[in-house]
């Protein structure tokens, strides 16, 4: 069966669903300069949450995208790396990355203008 991104039960959505994650894509942008540790992650990553950054890297290493990798130390040091596959995935959003950097201004505005339109018809 050929993969149909707009029927409810194709697989492929569930890998949208980790592309469309800004927390999944962070995570790869990271791993992609170097392997990190769990809390240098959580310290580059403003904002997310313990419990969150474990889930999703949980998530990534399901779906090839990290490897985790666990360091015989007291305690146990855990270093995450990016796949071949991840590598190719943190690639393909890189020019999605550069869009927002280089449109930012464009958007914002377009925010502002809406929002005092809304005020304004209200």
């Not at 149909?4 to 894509?25: E, F, H, M, S």
């Not at 490897?67 to 991840?86: D, N």
Request: hydrophobic share 45%; aromatic share 4%; net charge positive.
């Amino acid at each position: 069966m050929k993969p149909d991104v707009y029927a409810a039960n194709c697989p492929t959505r569930q890998i949208l669903d980790r592309i469309g994650d800004k927390w999944a894509v962070l995570i790869l942008l990271l791993l992609r300069e170097e392997p990190m540790r769990f809390n240098q992650l959580r310290r580059a990553i403003e904002g997310i949450s313990q419990k969150m950054l474990s889930q999703v890297l949980k998530s990534l290493e399901r779906d090839g995208l990290l490897r985790r990798h666990a360091i015989a130390t007291v305690p146990v040091t855990v270093e995450y790396s990016i796949t071949q596959l991840g590598l190719t995935l943190a690639g393909a959003v890189d020019p999605l990355r550069d869009w927002a950097e280089q449109n930012l201004k464009d958007v914002l505005a377009a925010q502002r203008s809406y929002d005092a339109q809304q005020k304004e018809a209200a």
